[in-house]
């Protein structure tokens, strides 16, 4: 099955600067890869996804990328906040509806004021 | 648009116990709803996919007589954990599947079994 490597667990940004969390996965018929932001004791949150069918995607500071030879793709977080403290999680699927994600380990973040 | 709701969102039961938990998408109709289960400051460990109308497919490892599926409409899943030990003391968070790929998910219940 799949398996999805996500690096690093921890990471720690001074306020203003980027952010960026890898993530590796194993089965080449992957084709959809979203992230989830989790706040301490509440529900994963969508922040961004992309299809294996484009590279890049942005929505505001926030971009993924992906490279589908390498199988990897990358989150990057820009002019980090304080309210980006969280912890990330990336995450893997196959097909389309019905088909379940495989996540990474996550990346605790803390972004110091 | 897409919200999932969950119920309850805590609960503290009794070891031999059973507990029933809901998930509902509010907004927007689910052929596929998912259980979770995650550990403090763990990952998300998915337990089964439940799908519509058919028995839901579990992971493997996961014991299906114990965690109980039932997806009884495109809106709602539930999850009851049956004779319920303090080892199945977690957070178990559903999510609900829209359109072709992207998964929401609920609040999450905390489960403490004593």
């Known amino acids: 099955g799949e398996n999805v490597e996500q690096h690093p667990s921890t990471l720690s940004v001074q306020e203003g600067d980027s952010a960026v969390i890898k993530c590796t996965y194993s089965?080449?018929?992957?084709?959809?890869f979203p992230w989830y932001k989790q706040e301490l004791g509440k529900r994963p949150q969508l922040i961004i996804d992309?299809?294996?069918?484009?590279g890049e995607k942005k929505d505001q500071r926030i971009a993924v990328t992906l490279n589908k030879t390498a199988k990897h793709f990358s989150l990057h977080i820009t002019e980090t906040q304080p309210e980006d403290s969280a912890v990330y999680f990336c995450?893997?699927?196959?097909?389309?509806?019905?088909?379940?994600?495989?996540f990474g380990g996550g990346t605790r973040v803390l972004v110091k004021p | 648009g897409a919200v999932v709701s969950q119920h309850p969102s805590w609960v503290i039961c009794k070891s031999g116990t059973s507990v029933k938990i809901e998930c509902r998408s509010l907004?927007?109709?689910?052929?596929?709803m998912f259980w979770y289960r995650q550990f403090p400051k763990q990952s998300l460990m998915l337990m089964a996919t439940?799908?519509?109308?058919?028995?839901?497919?579990?992971e493997q490892g996961v014991e299906k007589d114990k965690f109980l599926i039932n997806h009884a409409s495109l809106t709602l899943s539930t999850l009851t954990v049956t004779s319920a030990h303090p080892e199945d003391s977690s957070f178990y968070i559903c999510?609900?599947?829209?359109?072709?790929?992207?998964?929401?998910f609920g609040p999450g219940t905390r489960l403490t079994v004593t």
């Open positions: 992309i299809r294996s069918n484009v």
């Open positions: 999510s609900a599947q829209r359109e072709s790929y992207e998964q929401y």
């Open positions: 439940s799908n519509e109308g058919s028995k839901a497919t579990y």
């Open positions: 089965d080449s018929a992957s084709n959809y």
């Open positions: 995450a893997a699927s196959i097909g389309a509806a019905g088909n379940k994600l495989t």
């Open positions: 907004d927007f109709q689910a052929t596929t």
